[in-house]
């Protein structure tokens, strides 16, 4: 089980090393792009520049917005049950949100600054979603706490709402690079809005690895030279995660949009059913970075999956 403390933790340092509003209230609930989660902000909030969520213009009170594991809501909602005193001085508190009841704490803490540390007050609130569990995560400086105070972050937190789908044209606007073709995939979604997408027959309910499904993004580092690619390739390919028994069939370079790259392919076992897949691993070589695209299919699906792959691949071109 995961501390409601631990979980602030997390996701506080996720939102400093991705490089929250006046006491009124503006009219209606405002998604951070690419996020499933949307509130009505404080006045003086605005859509965050390096993180998803919203900051100040100083960008002294940040609000963190993100996911977590569907079953995380529920871990939180049976420790407050088992324990609502809370632990360690920590009591959380429930509230009533459109998504359903949401659970947050708060608790004082030490930020560094550059005249030395200085006091915060951060607020931690996990709401459930369909699929996922809803996180916020906001922390406001000692010098603004008189305007963003206990009462108010409560009221925004309270404004909270879930949106089950983020328009595709608004997440494929978040990435680097420009995609156009999708190749009849059901679903589309940000792993991680602006790093990672999702092309899946599958959903999170059902579990992607029964249907054909690929994963996109950039990865920040690259082979050191040419003669050094199969070896990176391979040792890129063994960190795909929830395979097992992973076997190498082929490995060789090749060509990705007049670039370098690398395709690699894979017998494995996957998921909670131990489906047999077959999987293909293509590596874009740039400069300082590489696009990695991962291809995952059931092995009897193999046949039709991989053309499907292939175009979604050749669609990807650099933006701008």
């Known amino acids: 089980m995961k501390p409601l403390r631990y979980i602030a933790a997390v996701a506080l340092i996720v939102a400093a090393n991705s490089t929250v509003f006046s006491s009124a209230f503006a009219a209606d609930p405002v998604f951070p792009p690419g996020a499933r989660v949307?509130?009505?902000?404080?006045?003086?909030?605005?859509?965050?520049?390096?993180f998803i969520g919203f900051e100040t213009e100083d960008q002294g009170v940040?609000?963190?917005?993100?996911?977590?594991?569907?079953?995380?809501?529920?871990?939180?909602?049976?420790?407050?049950?088992?324990?609502?005193?809370?632990?360690?001085g920590i009591k959380p508190e429930s509230i009533e949100t459109a998504a359903g009841r949401a659970y947050y704490t708060v608790e004082t803490g030490k930020e560094n600054a550059k005249d030395g540390a200085a006091n915060v007050r951060r607020y931690s609130m996990i709401l459930p979603g369909p699929t996922f569990s809803?996180?916020?995560?906001?922390?406001?400086?000692?010098?603004?706490?008189?305007?963003y105070?206990?009462?108010?972050?409560?009221?925004?937190?309270?404004?909270a709402v879930i949106r089950t789908e983020v328009p595709v044209e608004e997440q494929l606007g978040l990435m680097p690079f420009k995609i156009s073709e999708l190749s009849s995939f059901k679903n589309i979604r940000t792993l991680a809005p602006g790093a990672a997408l999702i092309l899946?027959?599958?959903?999170?309910?059902?579990?992607?690895?029964?249907?054909?499904?690929?994963?996109?993004?950039?990865?920040g580092s690259t082979a050191a030279s040419p003669d050094d690619r199969g070896r990176f390739a391979q040792q890129i390919a063994?960190?795909?995660?929830?395979?097992?028994?992973?076997?190498?069939?082929?490995?060789?370079?090749?060509?990705?949009?007049?670039?370098?790259?690398?395709?690699?392919?894979?017998?494995?076992?996957?998921?909670?059913?131990?489906?047999?897949?077959?999987?293909?691993?293509?590596?874009?070589?740039?400069a300082q970075s590489s696009?990695?695209?991962?291809?995952?299919?059931?092995?009897?699906?193999w046949t039709k999956a991989f053309p499907r792959f292939r175009a979604v691949r050749d669609g990807i071109h650099p933006r701008g």
């Open 38 to 50: 949307g509130m009505t902000p404080l006045v003086g909030l605005n859509k965050a520049r390096t």
């Open 62 to 88: 940040k609000v963190l917005v993100t996911d977590l594991p569907a079953e995380a809501y529920g871990e939180v909602a049976n420790a407050f049950k088992a324990n609502p005193g809370g632990t360690g």
């Open 134 to 147: 809803g996180y916020v995560a906001v922390q406001v400086p000692e010098n603004a706490s008189k305007i």
């Open 149 to 159: 105070t206990d009462d108010a972050i409560r009221q925004m937190f309270a404004s």
């Open 200 to 219: 899946s027959d599958g959903d999170e309910k059902t579990g992607f690895e029964a249907a054909p499904f690929m994963i996109i993004g950039l990865i």
């Open 238 to 286: 063994a960190t795909i995660p929830g395979v097992r028994d992973g076997r190498i069939t082929m490995s060789e370079p090749v060509r990705i949009d007049g670039q370098p790259g690398y395709e690699t392919r894979i017998d494995a076992t996957s998921g909670k059913d131990n489906t047999p897949v077959t999987i293909v691993q293509w590596l874009r070589f740039g």
């Open 291 to 301: 696009m990695r695209i991962i291809g995952s299919s059931p092995r009897d699906d």
